[in-house]
């Protein structure tokens, strides 16, 4: 059961309050556009406000910040900053969609009683990022930003001189691997199998490298360690032998996954599930409807990346809406 939209049409409803969601609310906002922001669940891994940098302990190469600072206050200074300017935010989930006419239909429970509401909207930001596997332990939610980390570009630094441990066998953990060689003493590539599946040239480049050691057929079991990470427990898939690595820190590298199963019937996807924009553009395939951030982007996944194809939404809805004549 679904009511009446609790707003007249928007000019502009973003989904999703991630770097890329608050920076095109900044934008949209300064605009005049009166964004109405869907900004997640806080309960919710993979849709909460703020996005991942909600897990980031410590954020040191966001330009602007000598001294760096605490993901979550990053996110907050941001969603302050929008709402300065006009943003709105509605601490929900959109649940469906419909961009098949205009105006552009987004149903969403009422924060206070759960009811599916409807809301109406002349151009849509989608913004809701991606998610990172994980190995389910229940270590690694207790340690992640402590030792766990998902994202070797963002705190490899913390790691200098230390043993560390990459998790995974794709290009992505190999990469990972190699960037991380600059900073820790050795990094064991932990793959659940004997062969990797990363192209050829990749291994290549790992099999080269002196500091990268391998540890064939096996899982992790657990992490230890409860203020830190202080070593992996090991599972020989084969044999069933256990072992343990002391390690300092554990990247997990067993790829990603876009937030875009709202969206599967409504906008292009690529054979990942990200979301398909023109290029040079945020635009997607129905007129009006942009995305920016990780749910388009999995080569770069970095919250100043992200921010930067925020900007960019929001002044292609700004410029979409003039050039249409829909803008209120």
């Known amino acids: 059961m679904s009511e009446s939209p609790t707003t007249s049409v928007r000019d502009v409803i973003i989904i999703g309050s991630g770097p890329a969601g608050l920076t095109a609310a900044i934008y949209a906002a300064r605009a005049n556009l009166a964004p ?35 993901g979550p206050e990053l996110m907050g200074n941001m ?133 990268i050691k391998f540890v064939w057929d096996s899982v992790v079991t657990d992490i230890a360690g409860t203020s830190k990470v202080e070593g992996i427990h090991l599972r020989n898939t084969t044999s069933g032998e256990e072992s343990y690595l002391p390690v300092g820190g554990v990247f997990v590298a067993i790829g990603h996954v876009p937030n875009t199963g709202v969206f599967s019937d409504q906008l292009d996807m690529d054979d990942a599930g990200y979301l398909v924009t023109a290029v040079g553009s945020t635009a997607t395939n129905v007129p009006g409807v942009f995305a920016c951030g990780d749910v388009q982007d999995h080569t770069y996944r970095q919250a100043i990346t992200a921010a930067g194809t925020g900007c960019m939404a929001a002044i292609d809805a700004e410029r979409w809406l003039e050039v249409t004549g829909q803008e209120s």
């Open 36 to 70: 109405l922001v869907i900004e997640g669940f806080p309960s919710s891994t993979s849709d909460q406000p703020g996005g991942q940098l909600m897990l980031t302990s410590d954020i040191e190469n966001f330009p602007g910040f000598i001294e760096g600072l605490a």
């Open 79 to 211: 969603r302050s900053q929008a709402a300065r300017f006009g943003a709105e935010f509605l601490t929900t989930k959109a649940e469906r969609v419909d961009f098949s006419s205009q105006p552009f239909r987004i149903w969403a429970p009422d924060p206070s009683t759960g009811v599916e509401v409807e809301h109406l909207a002349r151009s849509v930001i989608v913004s809701t990022g991606a998610r990172s596997l994980m190995l389910g332990l229940p270590a690694e939610e207790q340690l992640l930003s402590k030792g766990v980390s998902t994202c070797a570009t963002c705190d490899g630094f913390f790691f200098r001189g230390q043993d560390i441990a990459v998790i995974g066998g794709g290009d992505s953990a190999l990469e990972e691997a190699i960037f991380l060689t600059k900073f820790g003493e050795t990094v064991t590539l932990v793959h659940r199998r004997k062969e990797l599946r990363a192209s050829k040239i990749m291994q290549d480049r790992a099999f080269k490298n002196p500091k």
